[in-house]
């Protein structure tokens, strides 16, 4: 298969690792590939992708009429030259622009997943410009991939879903979590706990919609019962100095390490006792995915999709979003309470599959070939 990848930028997160392992696939098992990504970075890190790759300058986040025309046209050039079999877009401004460039160039398959609705994410005064773009574009799609049941519903519910939708969630690198360095596992533990202290661990960009103050000031909470813990913040972005000021205005600095940007999360997960997710919308949290398979008791923010991954007292703790006493009460419950924890850990791996980067890819891989052979 001929495949041409689109996606926005490729700062760390959900979306963009869930694209760049499937490219990486798909180029390892021989078939074309070419990933085309904007040139815009960020504080929140940025992935390399091993596969042919194409940085598009005019493909930029914001609404940019002009750098939105160039980039139209250029998308519609490369389909035009490239002839691919299919097109997979994901993230807003690169499905909205390929859905037209790889309909005018006359692509045989076109195909978009949507991580969570663009008009979720802090643009509510213009909500029905994002809703009725994505009516538009939609129509111009072969096939939507969907990464969890409530955005399914939404969609319906507004209009923008009618037919050809499939679930095929985003999934984690189960293996990678299953084979982690134990021995830098232990070092790391021994680097962020040398006193015993007990490890919450929060692992994610610090920009909206996640909000890792709430899991700071539930710190703060939890310390009034428990002194021996520490809250370990992987990450960044635009949200590290209020998150900072906010630290040392609780006067937690000895209390909380924010460590940046990291290569070896899965060690530093490894190394936690918990794992904490904070946002107020959520697709698919591979955060609360990765804590999973690396047998940790995880406590997530009950928004979108997590409850599909996370059920209350069942494999996981829910908490409503930004309530720090809400978040503070679920971590003491996991301090005090150690058969609770081993239940949630039992039970959470029994659905590790269902939520695999190993599914996901084969998944993907039987949709394109039915919708090929469709079309011949």
Known sequence: MKIIYTITRMVIGGAQETAKHTAEYFHQQGHEVLFVTGAEAGREGYYEVAAPTLIMP????AIRPRQDLRALISLYRLFRRHKPDIVHARTAKARFLTAFAARLAGVKVVVQTMHGWSFNMQVDSNRWLYVLAEKI??????????????DIETGRRIGVLQKN??????GVNVDRMHNIDTAAAARLRAELAPNGET?????????????????????????????NV???????????ESVEALIERLGLGSHVVMLGLRRDGAEIVAASDFVLHSSEHEGLPKTILE??????????????GVPIVLQHEVNGLLVEKNDPAAMAAAMQR?????????RLVV??????????????????????RELLAAKR
């Open 230 to 240: 520490r809250l370990v913040i992987v990450g960044d972005g635009a949200q590290r």
């Open 334 to 342: 996991l301090i005090a309470d150690d058969a609770l924890c081993a």
């Open 165 to 170: 939708i499939s679930l095929i969630r985003s």
């Open 347 to 368: 039970n959470a791996n029994k659905r590790l599959y269902d939520f695999s980067l190993a599914k996901t890819i084969l998944d993907t891989e039987a949709l394109y």
């Open 199 to 227: 490890i919450f661990a929060l692992v994610g960009r610090l920009s909206m919609p996640k909000t890792p103050h709430i899991a700071v000031e539930a710190l703060a909470l939890v310390m009034k019962r428990y002194a």
């Open 291 to 304: 804590g999973m398979a690396a047998g940790k008791p995880v406590i997530g923010t009950n928004v979108d």
């Open 58 to 61: 005019s493909l930029v986040r």
């Open 137 to 150: 574009a939609t129509r111009f799609y072969d096939w939507t991939i969907m990464v969890a049941e409530p």
